[in-house]
C-alpha cells in the first residue's frame, strides 16, 4: 500500500468537519480533528472546514491562538492547505462578511455576491465549473451553498476555476502554490466530489 | 431548481405519512442514506417525528447520517435553543430546519446565523388552506400566513419552506394559488412541499426562477402505481432537465 499522507482537520468548535472527515476516511486517508499546533505541524495536509460566518471562525482562529500555526503551515512548501467554503474565504486579507481582517494567505478579498433580487441568495445546489482543465472531469458539478464570493487580485498568479451564476463569473477553486482553496462542498458533491477530493488530496 | 426528497424518522427508522399522520415504516433511516447515495441526490432534509425523544440519541443518529452522506443534510423536528442547534450542526448538518418555535423566539435565527451564516438556517411553516386564505396554527392561535411572511423577510436567513399539509401525502400535485402567493410576498429562497404528483410537475416547476427547491416525500417514497415502500429519485436525465446543466 503506498504511503497516505497524515491529514489534520482544524478542530474550531463549528464546521462540517464531520462529513469532510467521512468523506476523506472514505478515500482510506488517516485524519485528525484537531486545534494542537503540535499536531498541526506533523500534519502533511491541514484543512480548515467551512459552514460558519467569517467573522465567527477569525475569533475562534484568534481565540485558540492558531494564526501563526497556520501561517507557518502555508509556508512549508512540502505541505499543503485547503480551505473549503468559509474555510477559503477566511484566506482572504479580508472578508465582508462581518468586516473582519483574515488570515492574508492570498491577496484576496472577499464580497457579498450582489443580485437584483433577494431570492437569488445564497447561491445554493449544483453549478457547473467553467474551466474544467485537469481537476474535473466533462461533467463536473459541484454543491455550493454560500452568499459571498472570494475576488483574488489581478496580479496573483493563481490558477482560478469560475461557475457563472446569475451572468457573474463566481470563484469555485483556486490554487496559489500549496494553498488550495475550494468554495463549494466536495464532500457533499457526490462521487464528483470524492474524485476532486483525491485529485486534491493526492496532486 | 433542487429536488430534495424528504425523510421522517422516529426510532432510527424513516416514514412517510399522509397530513401528517398514518405513518408507513419505510426502513432503517441509514439504509436509506446509502441508497440515496448512489442516486447523488440534490439534498436530503430529514424531520424527526417524534413528540418527546431522547436528544443525545437523535445527536448520535445526525453525526452517523451526516459522517455516511455524499450530500447536504438539513435537519428538523424539536429544535428549541441555540444549544441543541449548535450541537446539530456540529454534528454534521449542513442547515438547521426552525418550525414552529420561531414563533416563540425570533432571536434563535439570529442567533444560529451570526455563528453559523444565514446559508445554514431554514424555516419551515406547515400551511392549511381556509378558502381563499392560507394559514399557520400555532397551537390555537390561527395565524395568517401574509403576515407571518413579511415578519419574515427581515430575519437572517436563508430558506423559507412551505410545507402544505393538506396536500401532504396526496400527489395531487402542489398547489399553485399558494406558490404564486408564497413567492410574490417572500424574499428568501422559497422551497415548497405537499403533494407532488410526478415528474412532469417538478420539470414544470423548475422554469419559475422563484422556486428554489421542491421538497418531495411520497413520490420518492412509494414506487410505482402499487405504492410499493422504496426510496427513489429522479434518474441521471431527469437531473439534467431539472438542474439545467
Not at chain 1, 3 to 20: A, D, P, Q, R, T
Not at chain 2, 82 to 103: P, R, V
Not at chain 2, 172 to 178: A, Q, R, V
Not at chain 2, 216 to 245: A, C, M, W
Request: with cysteine.
Amino acid at each position: 500500500m503506498s504511503y497516505k499522507k497524515k491529514i489534520c482537520i482544524l478542530e474550531l468548535g463549528v464546521g462540517n468537519f464531520v462529513s469532510i472527515k467521512g468523506r476523506i476516511e472514505k478515500l482510506e486517508y488517516k485524519v485528525m480533528i484537531s486545534d494542537k499546533p503540535k499536531i498541526i505541524d506533523n500534519s502533511d495536509i491541514l484543512i480548515i472546514p467551512g459552514v460558519g460566518s467569517a467573522k465567527f471562525l477569525m475569533k475562534k482562529i484568534h481565540d485558540k491562538k492558531l494564526i501563526l500555526s497556520i501561517k507557518k503551515f502555508s509556508k512549508n512548501k512540502t505541505k499543503k492547505i485547503i480551505g473549503f467554503c468559509a474555510g477559503m474565504q477566511i484566506m482572504s486579507k479580508y472578508s465582508e462578511e462581518g468586516n473582519v481582517k483574515c488570515l492574508s494567505l492570498i491577496n484576496s478579498k472577499v464580497i457579498k455576491i450582489k443580485t437584483k433580487n433577494s431570492w437569488e441568495i445564497p447561491n445554493i445546489g449544483f453549478r457547473t465549473i467553467l474551466n474544467k482543465k485537469k481537476y474535473f472531469k466533462d461533467s463536473s458539478n459541484f454543491y455550493f451553498n454560500h452568499s459571498f464570493k472570494m475576488i483574488v487580485n489581478k496580479k496573483i498568479a493563481a490558477k482560478k476555476f469560475y461557475i457563472n451564476y446569475l451572468k457573474q463569473k463566481i470563484l469555485a477553486m483556486f490554487i496559489y502554490k500549496n494553498i488550495y482553496g475550494i468554495q463549494f462542498h466536495p464532500e457533499r458533491s457526490g462521487k464528483n466530489g470524492l474524485d476532486l477530493l483525491n485529485k486534491v488530496l493526492d496532486n | 431548481m433542487r429536488i430534495i426528497p424528504l425523510l421522517l424518522h422516529k426510532n432510527n427508522n424513516s416514514f412517510k405519512g399522509v397530513n401528517y399522520q398514518n405513518h408507513i415504516y419505510l426502513g432503517d433511516i441509514l439504509n436509506q442514506i446509502r441508497i440515496l447515495n448512489d442516486y447523488e441526490v440534490d439534498e436530503l432534509v430529514i424531520l424527526n417525528i417524534e413528540n418527546e425523544f431522547n436528544k443525545k440519541e437523535n445527536l448520535k443518529l445526525v453525526n452517523t447520517l451526516s459522517f455516511e452522506s455524499d450530500f447536504a443534510i438539513s435537519i428538523g423536528g424539536g429544535v428549541d435553543n441555540f444549544g441543541y442547534a449548535k450541537k446539530i450542526l456540529n454534528n454534521g448538518a449542513d442547515k438547521i430546519i426552525l418550525n414552529s418555535t420561531i414563533f416563540k423566539n425570533f432571536k434563535l435565527v439570529e442567533q444560529i446565523s451570526n455563528v453559523y451564516g444565514s446559508q445554514a438556517v431554514s424555516i419551515k411553516l406547515d400551511v392549511i388552506r381556509d378558502g381563499k386564505k392560507f394559514l399557520i396554527f400555532n397551537k390555537n392561535e390561527k395565524i395568517s400566513l401574509d403576515d407571518l411572511i413579511h415578519s419574515l423577510n427581515n430575519l437572517n436567513f436563508s430558506e423559507l419552506i412551505i410545507s402544505d399539509v393538506s396536500r401532504d401525502g396526496s400527489m395531487k400535485g402542489l398547489d399553485t394559488e399558494l406558490v404564486e402567493y408564497v413567492t410574490k410576498i417572500s424574499k428568501k429562497l422559497n422551497l415548497f412541499s405537499g403533494g407532488v404528483k410526478n415528474f412532469d410537475e417538478l420539470k414544470k416547476l423548475s422554469t419559475n426562477k422563484k422556486i428554489s427547491g421542491i421538497i418531495v416525500g411520497t413520490f420518492f417514497s412509494l414506487y410505482g402505481n402499487l405504492k410499493t415502500p422504496l426510496i427513489h429519485y429522479l434518474n441521471d436525465q431527469q437531473k439534467k432537465q431539472i438542474r439545467k446543466i
